[in-house]
């Protein structure tokens, strides 16, 4: 009898994911995931049966990985949390009777926010820009719910091919709430090989610098920039003793 | 000319820190931190001096442990990220001229998702409903908006003695906008020492169970339970090719 382990294996890279995740792989004979989430981990797959795959076709890499969970110890790993747009739901979805952990990682807006500060320090969302599975009516509606809340906001997956204006667009619903100085934070490849951030105001924001690879971070009314690092403070009087 | 390191360990112990995290303390002479998070990460500070405090005076914890890096290096040490809700912001707003560096970790929502299934899969949301530093009149209007945008919600700080009544009320408040069959969770020391999980609907949540060191977690209005386990998929159309 086998199981499956549901890695996340955080921003990329063997230092940032947990030792239960190492010590998960180090248990399994094999390992499914994306050709260049393999690459990330590359130290630890000594002596595996890797099986990798391209970007799409993920429901197929699930049907996999619980197929060869019933024999094996499978991990299947991707980026970030396994369970903040990752792998971990598809599986649950699909799996009949195979045994299944799911093991956590660190999300990518955490990371992206240690690169540039501390923005996620008080109430915060995370919403992705992908039309994939989402209508963007649905996403433009949490976009502006999110901003009138004065959530600071994470943008996952903030632009593609396919859908250039999405960012724009929803940048200029969030300036219908939030005053033009406030910080926003672009972090690329946060915490891997190729980082780079960028720290602007949401007047002078400007999306070309994005792409797929980048987290969007728009800090809340609160929010200021302090010795080039983006600060959101804790609440609303930081004078208040906790 | 010492160095601070602001760390989140993640929920508690060992296994679910990085690797990043573990080897700050390891170059760490001086562990600042509250007593009970000291506690958690023992078996790596052998030969290290320690300041532990209480719960409250964050800000002169903060001040030490800032003090104390000009001539050492440091390790101030959270659950959590300390990113968010944790010790990151306020060292960068009272930091001066001290080399600082912030450590992410894996969030109390993450951890606490995987330990019930994958509810955070889709858009989600943090707040906290600690009063102490932010008015309950703006927490209930984040609730509102967060409840109305369909994010799924992971309230953090859910219950103490001096406010016993908010979680009950935050809960009425989304019961307006979502159905009440979309599962709630309640995980109490999520991946540590003394976790418990429960998961019930929205009807029959209870908050008797409820204690401060528990996350709640509320579904969007596609979450379901599948055996004993709390899914939020991916989108609004599991069938879609990514």
Redesign the interface.
Known sequence: MGKLYVI?I?PGG???????A??AIEESNIIVGYTKYIEMVKPLLQNKEIFSTG?????NRCKEALDLSKDNVVSLISTG??????M??????M?KDEEVH??????AS??A??VV????????????LSD????YE?IK??VK??A????VISLYNPKSKGRPHYLKECIEIIKEYRKEDIPVAVVKNA?REGEEATIVTLKDFNDEIVDMFSIVIVGNSKSYI??G?F????????R???
Do not use: W
């Open positions: 996340g955080g063997i230092d940032h994911m947990s030792l239960k190492q010590k970007m799409r076709g993920e429901e949390d396994s369970g903040i747009y990752g971990a739901g598809l599986i649950l979805e799996r799911v093991i956590p990682g660190i999300t955490s990371a926010g240690s500060g501390a923005p996620l320090m008080h109430d915060n969302c995370n919403i992705s994939l599975m989402t209508p649905d509606k949490r719910l999110a009138e809340g004065d959530f915490l302090k010795d690092r600060i959101t403070p804790r609440g609303y009087n930081i208040g003793e906790e």
